[in-house]
């Protein structure tokens, strides 16, 4: 069975901290590992990832893939309050369209 | 970006009634589009997989005939929850595919029923 979990379930930071949040997966036909970041409506989109070893960056954030190991992690660094929100990772399979998604790692970012 | 738009944002209703939630892809052509339901403090599961013109497909333990879905064209799909119960509660969001591109996710429905 495809599965994708993440780590760690929760997590509670001071601003200008750095984190790191994982993803291993488990999913036959990958395509694409995707990371979200959801407040309290709809995930918003952060990366796409489909080549291991590539970095993908937008400002404090980065993120890079494994797909030998089979894992990815989203970095954060110089945390803002702004940026506490669950954070979902998802692979989507490449026969099927369809997206696995994680459990999320909820990031809470304090003052 | 491409922009996925879903109404009612809100619905509350009395237990037994039926609700349509529309979701619409406003400024491309979506050939599949997937319903997800997510409950408090958990993940987004899959209930369905929609393509234009075709019945949808459903995840293992989603009533069809409960969860009705139509996609009747390339750009709005429904999703029809059915004599709804307050066990029917939760947050409901659609994303939307093209061709060679990813899903983009809607800002999603939360239902109430009383």
């Known amino acids: 069975e495809d599965k994708v979990v993440q780590s760690p379930l929760s997590l509670v930071v001071h601003e200008g901290d750095t984190v790191t949040l994982n993803c291993s997966y488990e999913?036959?036909?990958?395509?694409?590992l995707l990371w979200y970041k959801q407040e309290k409506k709809a995930p918003t989109f952060l990366f796409m990832l489909t080549s291991s070893g590539i970095e993908k960056k937008s400002g404090r954030l980065s993120s890079i893939l494994d797909k030998k190991e089979l894992f990815s992690i989203l970095n954060i660094t110089a945390t803002q309050t702004g940026d506490s929100a669950v954070y979902l990772c998802?692979?989507?399979?490449?026969?099927?369209?369809?997206?696995?998604f994680g459990t999320g790692t909820r990031l809470q970012v304090f003052p | 970006g491409a922009v996925v738009s879903q109404h009612p944002s809100w619905v509350i209703c009395k237990s037994g009634t039926s609700v349509k939630i529309e979701c619409r892809s406003l400024?491309?052509?979506?050939?599949?589009m997937f319903w997800y339901r997510q409950f408090p403090k958990q993940s987004l599961m899959l209930m369905a997989t929609?393509?234009?013109?075709?019945?949808?497909?459903?995840e293992q333990g989603v009533e069809k005939d409960k969860f009705l879905i139509n996609h009747a064209s390339l750009t709005l799909s429904t999703l029809t929850v059915t004599s709804a119960h307050p066990e029917d509660s939760s947050f409901y969001i659609c994303?939307?595919?093209?061709?060679?591109?990813?899903?983009?996710f809607g800002p999603g429905t939360r239902l109430l029923v009383l």
């Open positions: 400024d491309f052509q979506a050939t599949t």
């Open positions: 999913v036959t036909n990958f395509r694409s």
């Open positions: 929609s393509n234009e013109g075709s019945k949808a497909t459903y």
């Open positions: 998802a692979v989507e399979a490449s026969n099927t369209d369809k997206l696995i």
């Open positions: 994303s939307a595919k093209g061709i060679k591109e990813t899903q983009y």
